[in-house]
């Protein structure tokens, strides 16, 4: 079912305007971002004709966009990619890693995002892996996913990593499976200081080679000797990393991955009204106890905060690391089933519910009847059609 209002209603009633108004600073990722949500599931796509072979109920369905981007075009994808994951599930603890930069760096991250966010999935994949392979704590190769947001509750620009990671190592002799201690993962202030370390180091080599460009208020940062000194006082400051508690169970897993892996910066189901030129949108407010709350902004500015989190093409906002990546994955995966087999009576295995019993959607049934949708016919492209919003609020 639609709901009442859509990211793509507002681009479609503002969007004109606000690239009249910003048509010296969008850049050409930002304006397909915007033409492929407008244009999302509108005749200006093409579709098709199905029908029930049952009951003979048909509708129409256009094309989607398959932007990834798009809030309406990440629940297919995300089902599928969550059923080739499931194969990837271990029966152990897994915890949820968080690793986020200053707000200093995020602002350099915004003008430089391909070389920036390289770094920062570079420097979070060093840290763990390093601290994972220490004898001290794990002492053998670890594996995780590691996944890009960009935003806060209120679509600021707040870049951070979400990495899963099962609870333990498998010993570089390939023979043992390291476990976690149990609810323990690696220690937070090590993780933290180390982070850091490794994502300024890379970040002073970049600027030395000259990847990185500084534009408006950071244009002095250009300068080797300024952005030392930026670069100074965070050194000594805390940088946020944190670890929640393990899940409970593999499809405890593979639900909570469905809320992180193909989200946007903000779901249809959070936006309010659109009066005149005015968008109101629910946002929980975490340091009061996830209340939540409303926050209206003009719809330029809502516009503006979306875009803040368009990727750079060819960017993977998703990626596997250790005996999880994908060049090694099925012959490691392979290997430590067998050995957590072998040290662990069936009994604590904890089974991966079947992706067929957790699909709450299935594009093919009727819903009048359970039969099954056929294409009955196609539709071309319409390119006369033109895109607009709903009616305003009164």
Known sequence: MR???????IFRRHGPAYRLAHDGHLDRVERRVMAAIELCRTPAL????EACDNCGHSRVS??????????KCQGIARERWLAAREADLLPVPYFHVVF???????????????QVYAILFDAVAATLKTLGADPRHLGGELGFIAILHSWGQTLTHHPHIHCL??????????QRWIACRPHFFLPIPLLSRLFRRLFLERLQLAHVAGRLQFFGTLEDLSDSRAFADALRPLRKTSWVVYAKPPFGSPAHVLAYLGRYTHRVA??????????????????????????QKHMALTADEFIRRFLLHSLPDGFHRIRHYGFLANGYRRARLATIRTLLATALPASDLDPVVPHSKRCN???TVCPCCGGTLRIIATMPRDT???????PAAP
């Open 3 to 9: 709901p009442p209002l859509e990211v793509a209603d």
């Open 266 to 291: 903000i779901a249809n189901s959070r936006l309010v009204s659109m009066a005149d030129a005015t968008v109101t949108f629910r946002w929980r407010d975490y340091r009061h106890g996830s209340a």
């Open 165 to 174: 990671v099962p609870g333990g190592a498998l010993s570089t002799d390939g």
């Open 100 to 114: 986020t930069m200053p707000a200093e760096i995020a602002a350099i991250a915004y003008q430089n995002k391909t």
């Open 46 to 49: 093409g579709g098709h004709v």
């Open 361 to 363: 959607f299935d594009l």
């Open 384 to 390: 006369t059609w033109r895109a607009r919003g709903p």
């Open 62 to 71: 256009y094309n989607s966009c398959r932007n990834r981007h798009c809030p």
